[in-house]
């Protein structure tokens, strides 16, 4: 019964590290694209930055 519970155990924290492998490789694909996309925005002077104005002025908010 031990020997079943360690197989287990260990199909379990190789999930786990697998699990947290894609995760670090996600995170680090979308920290890239954000850079790229702000990089971007940056050079042709889209950074958008008074978009609450914007959102407030087409909701009539203000």
Known sequence: MSKIKLKNTSITMKNNNTSKLWLIIGALI???LLILWLTEAISIGDTDVNAPDAIAYFSNIA
């Open 30 to 32: 979308l920290i890239i």
